[in-house]
Nanobody
């Protein structure tokens, strides 16, 4: 069965950095994309960044371009989200997800995603 386990969240000051990890298993990497999503209180879940497992192609939502980097380590079955220059508006629960979708569709339409991790809290505050 599909398993997605996030780690690495926490409290960080504005301008700081965090790296999230997503350990995954149970699906075919050649047809699945893996993505990071976030949901702040009172807001809808939004796609942050998605990566195509087969070739490493990436997609970012505009608000994180230049600050966040998604990457994968296929040998470890792990996807990372390096978050730099964090802002208070980045505060949210961050979820890892997997789906047999293109990276743009996956990130733009979270309701189509079937498999989700449990989430990890990221709080950016002084």
């Amino acid at each position: 069965q599909v398993q997605l386990v996030e780690s690495g969240g926490g409290l960080v000051q504005p301008g700081g950095s965090l790296r999230l990890s997503c350990a995954h298993s149970g699906f075919a990497l050649n047809i699945y994309a893996i993505g990071w999503f976030r949901q702040a209180p009172g807001k809808e879940r939004e796609g942050v960044s998605c990566i195509r497992s087969s070739d490493g192609s990436t997609y970012y939502t505009d608000s994180v371009k230049g600050r966040f980097t998604i990457s994968r380590d296929s040998a470890k079955n792990t996807v990372y989200l390096q978050m730099n220059s964090l802002k208070p508006e980045d505060t949210a629960v961050y979820y890892c997800a997997a789906a047999p979708l293109t990276i743009q569709v996956m990130c733009d339409i979270p309701r189509l995603v079937k498999y989700w991790g449990q989430g990890t809290q990221v709080t950016v505050s002084s």
